[in-house]
């Protein structure tokens, strides 16, 4: 069983996984024996903190042991193809995590094997495991999904477009993305997360200009202007961002008593929000880091029990 996209699924297995996330930071432990005896090999093409530690420590806490790949590690880097490399890892590891800039196809690639469960942990166009993590925060900070409106400033990027999916999945849940035009979320995407949102019971908008700022919204969401440290090729892009920056003003004009502010970090202080926003009250940014790893292990649970 893979784990490639939220798109793949179906209301009940999102539930399901933000449910188990929630408990597992309730002190329910984990269910340690799941991968005893197994390897989960961790494949990073670029830097990471956070993502990478979670899986790692998820993996270790279910019993699993690790093999870690930088990006010059494998045959890949001397022109070896995708698909052949993971017919090779399904000989060796139980479970593959990649995080790549590059296209899912890489990844679908990776996955034409059935021995070896591929996990995305994040592609060039989705980031599916953080935004589980994001959704069991909202639980955790709010209470419940259900009639809870998020409000996401910034780039419409990976990690915007696997919020709209899981957003879209889930009933009762409302999600604004304030974008500037030119960097707003891929139209395929925001067409298929707003095409699924109505069928499931969830609303999706976006808007361009933040003269529409909602008031009232319970979670205000921002990430890094550029996804991954990569540059923006347009030299004004840095003034198209300006008016998302998440301030105190901007989180006094959508307060409705208990907003809590989320960043899937790492944050560029002063650029996409202002220390005083992200080190305040209302931030669960730093706690939502940490459901990053209650989501690794419910992912690899999940996975684990589809292999069964």
Same mark, same amino acid.
């Given at each position: 069983?893979?784990?490639?996209?939220? #798109?793949?699924?179906?209301?009940?297995?999102?539930?399901?996984?933000?449910?188990? *996330?929630?408990?597992?930071?309730?002190?329910?432990?984990?269910?340690?024996?799941?991968?005893?005896?197994?390897?989960?090999?961790?494949?990073?093409?670029?830097?990471?903190? #956070?993502?990478?530690?979670?899986?790692?420590?998820?993996?270790?806490?279910?019993?699993?042991?690790?093999?870690?790949? *930088?990006?010059?590690?494998?045959?890949?880097?001397?022109?070896?193809?995708?698909?052949?490399?993971?017919?090779?890892?399904?000989?060796?590891?139980?479970?593959?995590?990649?995080?790549?800039?590059?296209?899912?196809?890489?990844?679908?690639?990776?996955?034409?094997?059935?021995?070896?469960?591929?996990?995305?942990?994040?592609?060039?166009?989705?980031?599916?495991?953080?935004?589980?993590?994001?959704?069991?925060?909202?639980?955790?900070?709010?209470?419940?999904?259900?009639?809870?409106?998020?409000?996401?400033?910034? &780039?419409?990027?990976?990690?915007?477009?696997?919020?709209?999916?899981?957003?879209?999945?889930?009933?009762?849940?409302?999600?604004?993305?304030?974008?500037?035009?030119?960097?707003?979320?891929?139209?395929?995407?925001?067409?298929?997360?707003?095409?699924?949102?109505?069928?499931?019971?969830?609303?999706?908008?976006?808007?361009?200009?933040?003269?529409?700022?909602?008031?009232?919204?319970?979670?205000?969401?921002?990430?890094?202007?550029?996804?991954? *440290?990569?540059?923006?090729?347009?030299?004004?892009?840095? &003034?198209?961002?300006?008016?998302?920056?998440?301030?105190?003003?901007?989180?006094?004009?959508?307060?409705?008593? #208990?907003?809590?502010?989320?960043?899937?970090?790492?944050?560029? #202080?002063?650029?996409?929000?202002?220390?005083?926003?992200?080190?305040?009250?209302?931030?669960?940014?730093?706690?939502?880091?940490?459901?990053?790893?209650?989501?690794?292990?419910?992912?690899? &649970?999940?996975?684990?029990?589809?292999?069964?």
């Amino acid at each position: 069983m893979h784990f490639l996209t939220l #798109r793949d699924l179906s209301p009940p297995q999102l539930v399901q996984l933000v449910e188990r *996330g929630v408990a597992l930071a309730n002190g329910q432990p984990p269910d340690g024996s799941c991968m005893n005896g197994q390897l989960v090999g961790l494949l990073f093409g670029g830097s990471s903190t #956070r993502t990478r530690t979670s899986f790692a420590a998820a993996a270790l806490k279910l019993g699993a042991s690790i093999i870690t790949y *930088g990006p010059a590690d494998l045959q890949l880097s001397t022109g070896e193809t995708v698909s052949d490399t993971g017919r090779v890892l399904s000989e060796y590891l139980d479970a593959l995590v990649v995080r790549t800039n590059g296209p899912d196809d890489d990844m679908r690639s990776l996955a034409c094997q059935n021995r070896m469960s591929v996990i995305n942990a994040m592609s060039a166009s989705e980031h599916p495991t953080q935004a589980i993590a994001d959704l069991i925060t909202v639980v955790e900070a709010t209470g419940s999904l259900a009639g809870r409106h998020i409000v996401y400033l910034g &780039e419409g990027n990976n990690t915007a477009a696997a919020l709209a999916l899981g957003v879209s999945l889930t009933n009762g849940l409302k999600l604004t993305l304030m974008t500037p035009k030119p960097y707003r979320l891929a139209r395929n995407v925001l067409d298929d997360a707003v095409r699924r949102a109505q069928t499931n019971g969830a609303e999706i908008v976006e808007f361009y200009d933040m003269a529409l700022l909602p008031a009232n919204a319970d979670v205000i969401y921002t990430s890094r202007w550029q996804t991954m *440290g990569v540059r923006h090729g347009d030299t004004d892009w840095l &003034e198209q961002f300006r008016p998302f920056k998440v301030t105190s003003e901007v989180m006094r004009r959508v307060d409705n008593g #208990r907003t809590v502010f989320m960043h899937d970090l790492p944050a560029i #202080r002063g650029q996409d929000c202002d220390d005083d926003v992200l080190d305040g009250p209302r931030s669960v940014a730093f706690r939502q880091a940490r459901h990053k790893m209650t989501a690794a292990v419910a992912v690899l &649970e999940f996975v684990c029990a589809g292999r069964r």
